[in-house]
């Protein structure tokens, strides 16, 4: 058999990982493990991490919709902020003569854009 000495093997996986050290076991009917697997599948997590958020939480996570939504908010609400950050550094800079101010306009539109995004995040809360 070839061997190449400049060629190391890949090293042994080891289930315990520094985020999750503990095990536990879990015994069930096969009608139990169906219907677990089924939540788990629903709510797009492990089963071991569905039993743990389950014991965990008197409710189950919010299903993959409602995640995606909330992330999508997220998002919106970080280039929301980044345009924000954008027009202070541009009025900021026209203050020290780099420049000239951003336009009314701009304002207006990242006002009303923060406006609307405030009112999508208080109804989704």
Do not use: F
Not at 3 to 8: A, G, L, T
Not at 80 to 100: C, D, I, K
Request: aromatic share 6%.
């Amino acid at each position: 058999m070839y061997s190449n000495p400049n060629i190391q093997p890949k090293p042994k996986r080891h289930w315990r990982s520094k985020r999750y050290p503990a095990t536990i076991t879990i015994r069930c009917s096969e009608t139990e493990y169906r219907k677990l697997a089924e939540q788990a599948t629903n709510h797009a997590l492990s089963i071991s991490r569905y039993c743990v958020w389950a014991g965990k939480r008197a409710a189950p996570p919010p299903p993959p919709e409602e995640t995606e939504k909330l992330k999508r908010l997220l998002y919106d609400l970080h280039k929301l902020a980044n345009n924000v950050n954008q027009l202070a550094h541009t009025l900021h800079a026209s203050r020290r003569g780099n420049g000239l101010p951003p336009s009314a306009a701009d304002i207006a539109t990242a006002a009303t854009s923060v406006g609307e995004l405030i009112a999508e995040l208080r109804a989704q809360i």
